[in-house]
């Protein structure tokens, strides 16, 4: 990705003018739509969309929002949501001979797409869509129109759900299996670009598995056209089921360059069926922090293939009660084999609150069998980080290990390393550009807390850990290294 490419989560389309001039503005921005992406059996290119788009269509669905925000100075230089600069001005334009609180406010109107998924009215769009909107209108294929209502949203997977209320039964489209799509699949994308009303794009399924920044994110990639106003819209098979939701693309300027992002469906229906049940999302959690095993990481560790979730860290939770160490490899998470770290989060997210499943971890070259009662995520979340307070660090004696140039963490120099009180281990001062531990990513203030899986907290502990793995034949060495409190294992050779 070059440095001019920019993501864009199109945040709805907004003026404070009326909506049909609306419409015709907001050439800067873009929202998400995509192509048609296909269909999960080998067929040649359809000869036309039109029977499908005649038979979906009347579920998809323009979304208007109404908020109130502060009024813009003629003149002021307007700046994108996100940018650097946006705070800046924000700040300076409310020093500008009056208070932010002061500021005049006025109305502002945004739009986007979104679709029916049951008879009695309820449609999902992209949180993004809706977010801050204190009025929120749908209006159907059939010119229709009602006042929605926010039932729940989900931030992780920018997902939202709406309700309306009908005397009639509406038209709705159904949720597809995104797992079958395959790069190369036809899709077609419905939605309301640039404010334009209803319209339909084709292309195909471009790259499958995408994640842009969030922690559920598992997106499709296509190549149809998408603009702002199309976020939240659906994207749909051949067969007329709904497998992704469109909602950002990669671009240099703002417009459609070939490369979108939706959701898959086999997420969106997930948070789905839990914002109408509940209003919120209910995911599970182990309490644990993980990273992919890598190649050398697995060499170091002696494992026979760089496969599974590789726990860092184990702070209070179920994940520990349940006897899980840092340096265990979860394989299998309630009788599924994990690939990697980013498949353990899914499946746990997915696994029941409360509920005993089984965990098997690689612990030390062998096969553990535990079993921990998951947690819910959302309630860890909400609970208030420590409080740390800050200290000048001491000096001690230091020395040079693989590269790095190391001394004790002492007690003073906890807070500021984010870690705990009491905690152990050894921060690293310098770090030699020539070595390998420098082309791996430690840098001064990173601290090394396990060695050769085993606890360092002198310069002689890890020395005498590089002997070992040398006695061993390893080629090797397996450190703990924590960034701010953040920890992930990094292997360095030995040779």
Sequence with gaps: MQATDQIIRFPSLRSPKPRRALMALGMGLALTLSPMAGAVQAQGVPPSFADLVEKFSPAVVDITTSSIVA?????QMQVPPGSPFEK??????G???????????ERSEALGSGYIISADGY???NNHVIDGADDIEVETFGHKTFKAKLVGRDLKTDV????????????????????????GDWVVAMGNPLGQGFSVSAGIVSARGRELNGTYDDFLQTDAAINKGNSGGPLFNVNGEVIGMNTAILSPSGGSIGIGFSMASNVVSKVVDQLKQYGETRRGWLGVRIQDVSQDVADAMGLPAAVGALVTDVPDGPGKDAGI????VIVTFNGKEVKDSKELVRIVADAPIGDTV????????????????LGRREDAEAQPAADKSTAAPEKPATGVVLGLTLQPVTDEMVADLGMQAGDKGLVVMKVDVASEAYTKGLREGDVITDAGQQKVATLQDLQ?????????GRKSLLLLVRTQGDPRFVALSLE
């Design 358 to 373: 089984p965990v098997v971890v690689l612990r030390a070259g062998k096969s553990t069998d535990l079993s921990v009662k």
């Design 88 to 93: 800046f001005f924000k700040d300076f334009n």
């Design 325 to 328: 160490l840092s340096g265990d």
């Design 464 to 472: 005498d850990r590089v002997s070992e793995a040398k006695d061993a």
């Design 160 to 183: 939202a759900l709406l309700k309306v209320e009908s005397k009639d039964a509406l038209p709705f489209v159904a949720f597809g299996d995104s797992d079958k799509m395959r790069v």
């Design 71 to 75: 009024a813009q100075a003629g003149g």
């Design 95 to 105: 020093q500008n001979g009056q208070s932010p609180d002061q500021q005049p406010m």
């Design 123 to 125: 449609i999902v769009t």
